[in-house]
């Protein structure tokens, strides 16, 4: 089960991490759409492999956290001390390596990100100005789109640089900066939508082929104008203006959701050390109140992973495949019935499996170890032990 999850997530992670990086790709003229020509490029994609291991990771991060807090119910109930003081002492273990690889990927990740969504990493970190390197890291603060600034900023200088860059000489571009190239972006991609449309009416022209070869690598951010204008090589100032503000994610949503992540990633890396120092010092059975901790913080793992889905995903707006293909050029054919219809089958489908994996696991925690019918543990049926 476990080879086929990872197996599983390989997949999805690639096509993910292909999405934010499109490398092994280009547009073909002939057939006049986006078309692989490196499977190596797409299956050796640094992206995705930083996002496979991160998400890995924070999988058996959440195994771990969750052993160790029914490891902490049943020593709270002086119940199969043993068996609770096994299992605790292998999930803290495991779950401090797998916290610990966690944070250094997710660092990795955001270096990765720096390089291939410079204006992902901006939003996430309200980066409004290009200031001198090394550029400071905002830890709190109330980021406000519309004046492009953040209110009552807490920052700690050099780290975003360091984080960023890996380096102290290397600048953040600033959203305002990264702004004025979408611009530059924008009409170079009117300009190859334009000799998209000449050839595909016939003029297949030497001019036209040469024109697009130019500008081509721009047309995904000309694509950004399809909801303001039917001819994407006419559009207007108007039109362009707005095209560029949509160029950028909301601010606000990633900001907090990146430290909602960061934030409770720390406080399990507390909660895991506290517990492994405790349980190495033979003092775990006197500490209630951690082991009350580690018990009421099973779902933090859980709602770190979604947070830090939630800035994958949010963050790479407005793009389907970054710099390539927008979300507005790329809105199913579906009608709006039928997507709904899809929708609310797979929330009831998963929420009836969360129903019954919620209810089958406090069962399974409940009898304990007795259900294993080994003979060996408080709570057993006789007759099933001597059969054992």
Known sequence: ???????????????????????????????????????????????????????????????????????????????????????????????????????????????????????????????????PAPASFTLFGFPDQGAETTHAAVKIPYLMGIIATRSLDEAVTGIKELKVQHEVRIRSGMVAAGALEQIRAGNDSAENRALFDRHGQDLGYGLLLTPYASDIAKAGEAEIAKAVEDSVPQVAPLFWGFRIMVGLGMLMLGLFVAGFVQLCRNRLLGSPRLLKALLWSIPLPWIAIEAGWFVAEFGRQPWTISDVLPVSASVSLLQPGQLWFSLIAICLIYSCLLVVELFLLRHVIRQGPAILHTGRYRGEQPELARIA
Not at 9 to 31: D, K, S
Not at 58 to 72: C, I, N, P, T
Not at 91 to 117: H, K, P
């Open 1 to 131: 089960v476990a080879l086929g999850s990872n197996l599983s997530a390989l997949w999805i992670l690639i096509g993910n991490g292909w999405m934010q990086n499109p490398v092994g790709a280009e547009f073909n003229l002939v057939t006049q759409r986006m078309e692989l020509v490196d499977i190596a490029a797409v299956l050796l994609n640094p992206v995705a492999q930083v996002k496979f291991v991160h998400t890995v990771a924070a999988g058996y991060v959440a195994a771990s956290l969750f052993v160790m807090g029914v490891s902490s119910w049943y020593l709270l109930r002086r119940m199969e001390v043993r068996f609770a003081l096994r299992s605790f002492a292998i999930s803290s273990g495991f779950g401090l390596a797998a916290i610990l690889s966690v944070i250094v990927l997710g660092d990795e990740s955001g270096y990765r990100t720096g390089e291939v969504q410079k204006v992902k990493l901006a939003a996430i970190e309200a980066e409004w100005e290009t200031e």
